[in-house]
């Protein structure tokens, strides 16, 4: 007997996806360019209309894997245009093999960066849709996220957090 094929969504900037939290509640993020997302803070257990979502304020942004949308897990519930500038802000990179260097990645460009200018920014990882769903519970629950804090910058020698 033969598989059904399931059929995927295809990923479209502006669209506005629900994420379930596991909780009876759930948000809402918005698609950006690239792999990019905007989690807004609209945590409900009720369903918001498109235009009260869009004008709330957005936790964090963060690149998600496609199948977040692509296998329905984040379904799609809206789209509207995105507006001038909301953009995933920039990134660093930290070299694997030499902690000393740092890049910083924004709008699909790479350009070597100082420590310094990487202070406050997010390292560039993109996230598996159950740890975003993870993070938004902890920031609700008012606790650290085990994702965010593996992903701080680390020391030069790589063993500590500096943020």
């Known amino acids: 007997m033969a598989k059904a094929k399931r059929k995927l ?76 500038g909301l953009r995933s802000p920039p990134r660093f990179i930290q070299d694997a093999l030499n902690k000393k260097r740092f890049e910083i990645y924004e709008q699909g460009r790479i350009r070597p960066a100082t420590r310094q200018e990487c202070l406050g920014l997010e390292r560039e990882a993109v996230w598996a849709p159950e740890h975003v769903e993870e993070r938004i519970r902890d920031y609700y629950a008012g606790r650290a996220n085990k994702w965010v804090e593996l992903l701080r910058m680390r020391d030069v020698e790589g063993t500590g957090s500096i943020c």
Do not use: C, Q, S
């Open 9 to 84: 969504v295809t990923r479209t900037i502006g669209d506005i996806v629900k994420i379930e939290l596991g909780d009876g509640t759930h948000t809402y993020a918005r698609v950006l360019p690239e792999a990019g997302f905007a989690i807004y803070d609209a945590r409900t257990t009720e369903e918001l209309p498109i235009m009260d979502t869009v004008e709330r304020p957005i936790l964090f942004y963060v690149a998600v894997m496609n199948r977040a949308v692509k296998e329905k897990r984040w379904p799609v519930v809206g789209h509207r245009t995105l507006e001038e």
